[in-house]
């Protein structure tokens, strides 16, 4: 192999030189034929050669990728920068906090704990939908939320001015991975190392599992763990394997009428089938020519959903259109081509390269679509709807006919009814057509003289002011406000669940007659129980579908044949009457320019006048308040130390909890509303917090009291121990009905080790780190499941809990568990190795037992390491005080 130095060349743009690592002084004909986001990883390992977290192996396993197309070998990677939003980002600066706490307790030198690659950090969950329908929606819901949350604003503000290399987006300025598509990634990175100008592809970590969003600019990224990227800002490699890469075809055009809505639930439909959780995706094919950036970040954004780490497209022509129309400078955009055609990162038609395995779509094929009642793999094309929610409605004994009359509004609430129509999420709002087609169905329906139906709570939340302005340029604004599509926040809001109530008498009318509501959302996510704890069904939609659905008021109808409503003259009016044509959005489309980015990303810093009068402390470390009830040091470093090197057996666990297939973070860590009769309620009631004040468990995340008590806490969470829905389980005598906390504090008392077990997909969904932390505070040792969805696995290690995959010839229907047994796992092996085998003993009352093997997901030996010392930061912090 060469030395490091001889990758080294030099190439020319604008004027100006640059230094890079060059892939073809590898002198190895097999690079070309690499897929393109495993070239920017052999990029990554080159300039990070130092022999030991990346040596001759790592390289030559690159290499010789293209002769097996499959993955396996441990890979650091070294991302550009680091990516967070508040939910995750609060708890991520509160361990920042503790660990320079810890340092300054045994005199260290507390600036070690600093960032070491740039990090932002953009306010954007924390806004809910309080006031909707009115001009003064967002002027009040921005209030309410800087009133909720000023305690977590004032820590961050601290955090901005102790931490160098961190920047805070104050809030009301947009959803993180639309600023970061529109505004902070590079494509090309640059900077100064000494020996002049260094260029290098712009990747990130994000601490939001929707971070590949940025696939959609040729950026390699995905999302992490909270303590991932803490690892990774301080300084740490990120741990993975060298992944298998699956090639996806796209071939011709979208018909008419068809949006990247429509696609992206096709793709995710598709790959979800295929299977390619812990897969890279990337998409090649003479269709990308057809898709723009703000197309392809709507496909890249839902890689979360169809499972995947990233969904990669290229960099071409459309990027660089993309990159101008956003108001990048011009030196970075000539960097961008130059750079990305000397290392072959440019796509060019005809590319092929060398896949693990291919799939293909003609993009004539995709019709209309949604995806739900609870999953967004679950597509559903649009004529169908109303034929899938009357066979629901069945299952659950209800008819279409039912109906609730509503108090003070004079109408009935049916089954299947629109509670929700939100327009939500920077997956579709980063996107003008989408969002220009929403505004014409609404000024086509306000020149008809239709109304949306007085039960659907209505919302607009843009991922960034670029949207608001040229909706108001172009006079749509108008006609979304005048049917209730108000803007109410510039955030995420019913995306992540910060619905915000529903008015009193439909709420009412719902929990009084247990009514079946429906919620219509542009956004990427459904999960039972996230979008509302009233709302049983949860679709997602395109933007225009959103405004459809709410005029219909209802899901049971067919909208491709069915009239939505009648006009103000008695005629029926159908969806095919309303919606635009693509020359339409096109037209208007044309308003959006450079200006309209540059203008909404000065001063990016800034924020609000209420944002700029917030008054924070200075200083190194942080000064905890003991009232507190939403910033308060957690206890994760106050014993670090080294397991040693053989593998700690875990016997006479007992079993916490049991659950099926597809068990979410946010059935594992809810993010929204906090029940008052909740363990988490009662204890901030304990503190003097109202129910009213109680915000969300999001923004409480820089609370472990709070969180510890809301794990496993999801209204809609079925523990197969019991026979109650919500997170409760059987208590230690086996007999009493109890919370999951409540439980798990009476077995901390016994001193009993407990495991949770699951089926298939155990962790999908949000990057939550809680969901992690949260499982390791209760006491649960290890989590035993049929499968792991990637980054949750990760989060379990980085937290020091042990996951565990069944054999492959075991499912947790065939051990047919009840919750009495004692568990144990023994490695076969005491020494502690990635992937190892393990007993798995299941002990039951009556003196049987139910022995089967199981394996370790522990998959790498830096993984091996975060584990001996009992999680990520813990082994950082040993690494730092050296």
Request: hydrophobic fraction near 35%; glycine fraction near 10%.
């Amino acid at each position: 192999m060469n030395s490091q130095v001889s990758w080294v060349s030099e190439l020319e743009s604008n004027g100006k030189r640059y230094r890079y690592y060059a892939l073809d002084k590898l002198a190895d004909e097999r690079v070309k034929r690499l897929p393109k986001s495993l070239k920017i990883l052999l990029e990554n390992q080159l300039r990070h050669y130092d022999g030991q977290n990346v040596d001759d192996g790592v390289i030559q396993a690159l290499l010789d990728w293209t002769d097996t197309a499959t993955g396996g070998q441990d890979l650091n990677f070294s991302p550009a920068r680091v990516l967070m939003q508040d939910f995750t980002g609060v708890p991520a600066i509160v361990d920042l906090a503790a660990m320079r706490d810890a340092v300054a307790r045994q005199g260290g030198d507390v600036s070690l704990i600093n960032p070491q690659i740039p990090v932002d950090l953009v306010i954007d969950h924390s806004v809910t939908v309080d006031q909707f329908g009115s001009a003064l929606a967002f002027k009040e819901n921005v209030a309410k939320e800087m009133e909720r949350n000023v305690e977590r604003y004032r820590f961050l503000k601290w955090g901005q001015s102790a931490f160098s290399n961190f920047n805070v987006v104050p809030p009301g300025t947009g959803i993180c991975h639309q600023v970061n598509l529109e505004y902070l990634a590079k494509v090309v990175w640059c900077r100064e190392d000494g020996d002049g100008l260094l260029a290098y592809p712009d990747t990130v970590l994000g601490t939001d599992s929707h971070t590949p969003m940025v696939n959609g600019l040729g950026v390699l990224g995905w999302g992490v763990g909270g303590i991932e990227a803490e690892a990774a800002l301080l300084g740490q490699p990120y741990s993975m394997m060298l992944p298998d890469v699956v090639g996806f075809e796209l071939k011709g055009g979208l018909k008419e009428g068809v949006t990247a809505t429509d696609l992206v639930l096709t793709v995710v439909q598709i790959l979800r089938r295929e299977g390619v959780v812990g897969k890279f995706v990337e998409f090649f094919g003479d269709g990308l020519a057809e898709l723009s950036v703000a197309d392809r970040a709507t496909i890249a954004n839902m890689a979360p959903e169809y499972g995947a780490t990233c969904g990669f497209f290229p960099v071409d022509d459309a990027t660089l259109a993309y990159m101008k129309l956003s108001g990048r400078d011009a030196d970075t955009i000539a960097l961008t081509k130059a750079y990305c055609q000397q290392q072959g990162l440019w796509r060019e038609p005809g590319d092929q390269p060398v896949f693990s395995h291919q799939v293909s779509l003609a993009l004539d094929t995709v019709e209309p679509s949604l995806a739900g009642p609870s999953r967004p793999q679950d597509r559903v094309a649009l004529g169908d709807l109303g034929k899938v929610m009357r066979e629901y409605l069945a299952e659950k004994g209800k008819t279409v006919d039912d109906y609730a009359g509503i108090p003070d509004m004079g109408e009935r609430l049916h089954h299947g009814d629109v509670v929700i129509a939100a327009i939500t999420s920077c997956t579709n709002t980063s996107n003008p057509d989408v969002m220009i087609a929403a505004g014409l169905v609404a000024r086509k329906a306000r020149a008809r003289g239709l109304r949306v139906k007085p039960w659907v709570k209505t919302s607009l939340a843009p991922g960034s002011k670029v949207v608001s302005q040229y909706l108001s340029d172009s006079g749509l604004q108008e006609d979304l406000d005048s049917l209730g599509f108000d803007i109410v926040g510039f955030g995420c809001t019913t995306c992540i669940g910060n619905s915000g109530p529903l008015p009193e008498p439909v709420s009412k009318a719902i929990d009084d007659n247990d009514m079946v509501a429906s919620a219509l959302l542009s956004g990427n996510r459904n999960f039972d129980g996230r979008i509302h704890p009233q709302v049983k069904t949860s679709w997602l939609a395109s933007p225009p579908l959103v405004v459809a659905y709410a005029l219909a008021g209802t899901t049971i109808i067919d909208l491709q044949n069915d009239p939505i409503a009648e006009d103000n003259k008695g005629n029926k009016v159908y969806l095919k009457d309303l919606w635009p044509s693509n020359s339409e959005i096109h037209e208007i489309r044309k308003i959006v320019s450079g200006t309209m980015y540059r203008e909404a990303y000065q001063g990016l810093l800034n924020g609000t006048e209420e944002w700029q009068k917030l008054e924070t402390v200075s200083g190194d470390t942080y000064n905890w308040q003991e009232d507190s009830t939403y910033i308060r040091c957690p206890g994760f470093f106050d014993q670090p130390g080294d397991r040693g090197e053989e593998m700690p057996p875990l016997r006479g666990g007992r079993i916490l909890g049991l659950f099926g297939d597809s068990i979410t973070t946010d059935h594992i860590s809810p993010a929204g509303k906090i029940a008052s009769e909740s363990p988490a309620g009662h204890y901030l009631q304990s503190l003097g917090v109202a129910p009213a004040e109680f915000n969300s468990y999001g923004s409480r995340r820089g609370n472990h009291e709070v969180m510890l008590r809301g794990t496993f806490a999801n209204t809609r969470l079925n523990n197969r121990l019991v026979d109650k829905e919500g997170g409760y389980t059987r208590g230690p005598n086996g007999k009493d009905v109890l919370s999951i906390y409540h439980a798990a504090m009476k077995y901390q008392e016994a001193e009993t080790p407990l495991v949770v077990i699951a089926g298939k997909q155990y962790g999908t969904g949000s990057s939550r780190d809680w969901a992690a932390k949260g499982t390791l505070l209760l006491g649960v040792k290890a989590v035993i499941a049929e499968s792991f969805e990637r980054i949750h696995r990760s989060n379990l290690i980085g937290m020091g809990v042990l996951p565990v995959e069944f054999d492959k010839e075991v499912n947790i229907d065939m051990l047919d568990l009840d919750g009495s047994e004692q568990v144990d796992v023994i490695p076969c092996d005491p020494g502690l190795a990635p992937r190892q085998l393990l007993r798995l003993i299941f002990s039951r009352p009556d003196g049987s037992r139910h022995e089967v093997l199981g394996r370790s997901r522990i998959d790498t030996q830096q993984e091996i390491l975060y584990f001996r010392y009992g999680g990520i930061l813990q082994y950082v912090l040993s690494q730092l005080q050296q």
